[in-house]
């Protein structure tokens, strides 16, 4: 005989949740795969309009956009990396300073990954970028002609002429004028005699700065100067493989390219001497003074960390303070000790 | 002339700027062998005549640095961490130096060590006690 349940007696609770439950569950599994299909397809179309867009020759842009946008970012690619490398190698040199044999190899390759960071650059600008790198400081007018000679092959031939020591180019407009400069200098070092000088050289003019580069190579036919006069001033020169030609003419169009952008003036014109003076007109909107301790390394605030003087100096008088103690000392760039 | 373009950048002292140190040393390594500087090696300015501003142009700053400093004397080593730069490029500028008779070098002294027979007398003589 079957009982019969009275409705007073309790039901068994998981045994009368499990349907709903069940039911519950397998809901919710439906639901999350829909969304998840959902999603998925969403993606997935969203991928696939991608993929069509970036196939599809955009009906606004030059067939060769694709083209230098791809250059540009390999440019990039490889200034970073140059870019962490010249870090590194800066750490190296450091720590290896002490052993000339590994300091001047390390030295060797530092000049030739900067070497490899002047044509990426110059990669990056003939694609129409503009230089990224900034320095946090204002650069000096000497750092300049040192940063643009430590990108060029035969640096040791480059002679620092006179140049206004208390003048610095702004730490974020530098960069292109280090690279026009670099490829100036490269191109007087490269068409005059191997064993001639190079100079570079700076003076004040009432609304900026002129950096010179004087070659005594044998000069370059009229034409021959006007095409290079052309080529600087060519703003228009694009990503165009066709119309740069050889080498020299992709420097020029290099500083043609950053002296648009970064707004100086470059000109070529024959020497007194017999060869090139290439001259960058520097408008006074991108200088910045210079502190005088500044311009002179070190700077002060190193100097002061000087130890107290050893030896024969200790015997020396000091002055004395109203207490009669020795009055603190401190060692100036100047090089004296002052009584502050 | 000279005025600001921008408010002045956050300075990072671990920017070593544009200059490779190669262009400093003209891509040497280290001293000639013959010069026998090591980190230790006092360098004192030699004043005078020698040292006018004629004999020092065509010096870069890092020079005239050093030329300063070395008004009393200071060791390689010192000067290095002084210019930030590595010994070898700092031993390379005092080379320069050296060869333009703008200073001079001695060695450090080394604090005298009194002869091992007499610190063995001594030993006796105080175990004798």
């Given amino acids: ?340 | 002339m000279i005025r600001r373009l921008a408010p002045p950048t956050a300075e990072d002292p671990d920017d070593p700027g544009p200059e490779r140190i190669y262009v400093l040393t003209g891509g040497r390594g280290g001293p000639h062998p013959r010069t026998r500087l090591d980190l230790v090696t006092l360098v004192l300015a030699v004043g005078g005549a020698r040292n006018t501003a004629a004999s020092r142009r065509g010096l870069f700053p890092e020079h005239r640095a050093i030329i300063r400093m070395c008004r009393r004397p200071l060791s390689v080593a010192e000067l290095s961490a002084y210019l930030r730069l590595p010994f070898g490029a700092t031993a390379v500028l005092v080379e320069d130096l050296l060869q333009a008779e703008l200073v001079r070098t001695r060695a450090a002294v080394v604090p005298a060590v009194p002869d091992p027979a007499l610190i063995e007398e001594v030993l006796r003589g105080l175990q004798r006690l």
């Fill in chain 1, 1 to 340: 005989m079957l009982a019969t349940r009275s409705p007073a007696e309790p039901v068994h609770l998981p045994t009368a949740l499990a349907l709903p439950a069940a039911l519950a569950f397998l809901a919710g599994v439906a639901v999350t795969a829909y969304a998840a299909w959902l999603r998925g397809y969403r993606i997935r179309a969203r991928f696939e309009t991608e993929l069509d867009k970036a196939n599809r020759p955009r009906p606004h842009e030059d067939p060769q956009e694709s083209a230098r946008r791809a250059f540009i970012n390999l440019a990039h690619r490889i200034q970073a990396i140059v870019n962490r490398q010249l870090r590194e190698l800066r750490d190296m040199e450091s720590r290896h300073g002490a052993d000339a044999d590994v300091f001047g190899d390390l030295l060797q390759v530092d000049h030739g990954t900067a070497l490899i960071g002047r044509l990426a650059d110059s990669l990056a600008v003939l694609g129409g970028e503009r230089p990224e790198r900034r320095w946090s400081r204002p650069i000096p007018v000497l750092g300049v002609m040192r940063g643009a000679m430590s990108r060029i092959t035969e640096y040791p031939r480059v002679d620092v002429g006179r140049l206004p020591e208390y003048a610095s180019i702004d730490g974020a407009c530098a960069e292109p004028l280090i690279h026009a400069l670099a490829e100036l200098v490269d191109n007087a070092a490269r068409y005059s005699p191997p064993d001639s000088r190079v100079e570079v050289a700076a003076y004040e003019v009432p609304n900026g700065l002129v950096i010179e580069v004087l070659d005594a190579g044998v000069g370059m036919g009229p034409e021959a100067l006007a095409r290079a006069d052309l080529a600087l001033r060519t703003e228009s020169i694009g990503f165009e493989l066709s119309t740069l030609g050889e080498t020299p003419r992709l420097g020029l169009a290099v500083v043609g390219k950053l002296a648009h952008t970064a707004g100086f003036e470059v000109s070529l014109q024959h020497s007194a001497e017999g060869g090139i003076r290439a001259s960058i007109r520097v408008p006074e909107l991108l200088l910045r003074g210079t502190e005088r301790a500044e311009a002179e390394a070190p700077r002060a605030e190193q100097l002061r960390r000087r130890p107290a003087p050893r030896g024969p100096q200790v015997a020396e008088p000091f002055g004395l303070t109203g207490q009669g103690l020795p009055k603190r000392r401190r060692f100036d760039p100047a090089g004296e000790v002052v009584e502050p």
